[in-house]
């Protein structure tokens, strides 16, 4: 543990064959022409801060932006469709190629299938991806969040028609909340994490947020980084990115990947350090600002792939996200300006710290950051939750160098 950062590396070994695993180069392609055909789709953007990246010596830094996904302001719409489309093929008996949004919205679909009532636990960008996939697609939908979310993500998904409300629980818990309202009312369980006898929704979900990965490798083009850090909550996001990853570039050309959570959910980090066949979970209330990665449990799909190729594992107090999002905020000269929240704009605030910190060299070496890195972010999401987004950025919240009981 330095300066709070708990970190653990691991030297690179020969991970097993992932090149047919749902997470690879050649189904990412099927999830992304499936999302082709939604009305909205575009490419977000990936942004180059070479201004930020020679501030730091580092050779290029860039950012994929989700906050442009959909008009929701985060990437989870990219899972909330693809599970919904494949549940849908699954009870037609076609496989997902065959299905397009307008063949989904069809009303031979609509016959053929009936009325379904989709349900979900959620930080809220999962939530508000099944709520307006639900909505698009003509279903209904019901979304509990986990105690201490913030109002405004509640009304969010609950303007997207969503049945929605707040539990007095945490995060793992309402997920079982709803997996047993589900049970009762015979709803369908669209959860983004996954456990024994629960994966293959989750393995869909997974699937779903390749796409961004296939538009990244598009948009780099022959520009391969070296680096990718990506933050997690249950893993699930970072399993599916770490896999296609390593399955594009191959074992021995893959980039060095870090794996970045909050050090009071950090279930990826204690999994990683124990390394045992039993997964290990934190519990409590699980209190930080990053409340998209706020889980005290690791999806089990997720983590046998990050288990295989995550060469790092960092977790971080949440100054280190407000510095981030601070950063991303006001740019320097020359360099385009990125609204990234609290889940967001963790992964380069924990690079902002470890280039300007001399407590943090020996994480720098081990991480092997120098003048010829070349760094791959995701901005998971923007301000999803504004008035928190204003304090952070504009009132100084959290601020970088924390008074002494928040960083000892």
């Not at 695993?21 to 009305?39: D, L, N, Q, T």
């Not at 953007?45 to 010596?57: C, K, R, T, V």
């Not at 740019?331 to 300007?356: F, K, N, W």
């Amino acid at each position: 543990m330095i300066n709070n950062i708990g970190f653990l590396h691991k030297e690179k070994v020969q991970g097993e064959n992932i090149s047919q695993s749902p997470f690879g180069v050649m189904h990412a392609k099927k999830a992304r022409k499936f999302h082709e055909s939604f009305p909205g789709y575009s490419v977000t953007p990936l942004i180059e801060l070479q201004q930020l990246a020679n501030y730091f010596g580092l050779n290029s830094i860039f950012i994929k932006d989700e906050s442009y996904r959909f008009g929701l302001n985060a990437f989870k719409a990219l899972g909330g469709t693809y599970c919904i489309g494949q549940y849908i093929a699954s009870r037609l008996g076609v496989d997902i190629e065959e299905l397009s949004f307008r063949k989904l919205k069809s009303k031979k679909t609509e016959k053929e299938i009936g009325d379904i009532t989709f349900v979900t636990a959620t930080d809220g960008n999962h939530g508000r991806g099944i709520a307006w996939a639900a909505k698009e697609l003509g279903y209904k939908s019901v979304v509990y969040l986990p105690r201490g979310s913030a109002p405004e993500r509640l009304s969010t998904i609950r303007n997207l028609g969503a049945k929605a409300s707040i539990t007095d629980m945490n995060y793992d818990d309402t997920v079982r909340f709803a997996k047993a309202q589900a049970e009762k009312n015979d709803w369908v369980l669209l959860q983004d994490t996954a456990w024994e006898g629960y994966e293959k929704i989750p393995r869909w979900i997974m699937e779903g947020y390749t796409t961004l990965a296939h538009e990244i490798i598009e948009q780099l083009k022959e520009r391969k980084p070296s680096h990718i850090f990506l933050q997690a909550g249950v893993g699930s996001m970072a399993g599916a990115l770490t896999g296609f990853f390593a399955d594009y570039y191959g074992e021995k050309e893959r980039p060095i990947i870090t794996i970045v959570e909050p050090d009071k959910a950090a279930c990826v980090l204690k999994n990683a350090i124990s390394n045992g066949d039993t997964l290990q979970c934190v519990t409590g209330d699980l209190n930080t600002i990053m409340a998209g990665l706020a889980c005290g449990e690791v999806s089990t799909v997720g983590w046998e792939i990050l288990r295989n190729y995550g060469d790092n594992f960092v977790s971080v107090p949440d100054h280190i996200a407000a510095k981030g999002m601070r950063i991303l905020g006001n740019p320097l000269a020359g360099d385009q300006r990125v609204i990234s929240g609290e889940s967001g704009a963790v992964t380069l605030g924990l690079i902002a710290e470890i280039m300007t910190r001399e407590e943090l060299l020996e994480i720098k070496k081990k991480l092997k950051l120098g003048k010829t890195s070349k760094i791959l972010c995701i901005s998971t999401e923007g301000d999803t939750d504004r008035k928190n987004y204003r304090k952070i950025v504009w009132d100084g919240l959290y601020p970088s160098f924390a008074v002494k009981e928040d960083i000892n």
